[in-house]
C-alpha cells in the first residue's frame, strides 16, 4: 500500500492560491481634520469588515491642489497629519504603514484605497 503523506504548504504557495478582491475605495472632501478623523473612522470598519488586517495593503492619495487650498483658508497639517499616520500604523496593527501618493490633480481632498486578499 502506497501512502503519500499531506505536507502542509508554504506561505508563497498559499499567497498564490488566495484570491485578491477588487480594492474598496472612498473619497473625502472638507476640512482636512475632519477628512483624517472620517478616513480613520472608515478605516476601522473597513478592518471590522474584513476580519483580518495582516492580509491588507492601504493607499491615500492626497489631492495637492486641494490640500493647498485648505491651507491658503486656514487648515493646519501638522500635527494632525502626524497623529493620523501613527494612529493607522499602530493602533490598527497594519503590517506595513498606508502609502502616501501625492496628487497633482484637482479632486476630493483625500481618497482612500484598501487592497486585500481573501
Keep these: 500500500m502506497n501512502r503519500r503523506l499531506a505536507r502542509e504548504p508554504d506561505k508563497r504557495e498559499l499567497a498564490r492560491t488566495q484570491k485578491v478582491e477588487a480594492p474598496l475605495v472612498w473619497t ?11 478616513i480613520e473612522d472608515t478605516m476601522r470598519r473597513a478592518i471590522v469588515q474584513l476580519g483580518d488586517v495582516s492580509r491588507i495593503a492601504v493607499l491615500i492619495e ?10 491658503a483658508s486656514g487648515d493646519a497639517i501638522q500635527p494632525a ?27 476630493p481632498l483625500a481618497t482612500l484605497v484598501i487592497a486585500y486578499r481573501s
Design 62 to 71: 492626497l489631492s495637492l491642489p486641494a490640500l493647498s487650498a485648505r491651507v
Design 28 to 38: 473625502f472632501d472638507g476640512a482636512f481634520a475632519t477628512c483624517l478623523y472620517d
Design 81 to 107: 497629519w502626524g497623529r493620523f499616520l501613527d494612529a493607522l500604523t499602530w493602533r490598527y496593527g497594519l503590517p506595513d504603514p498606508p502609502r502616501v501618493r501625492h496628487l497633482e490633480t484637482r479632486g
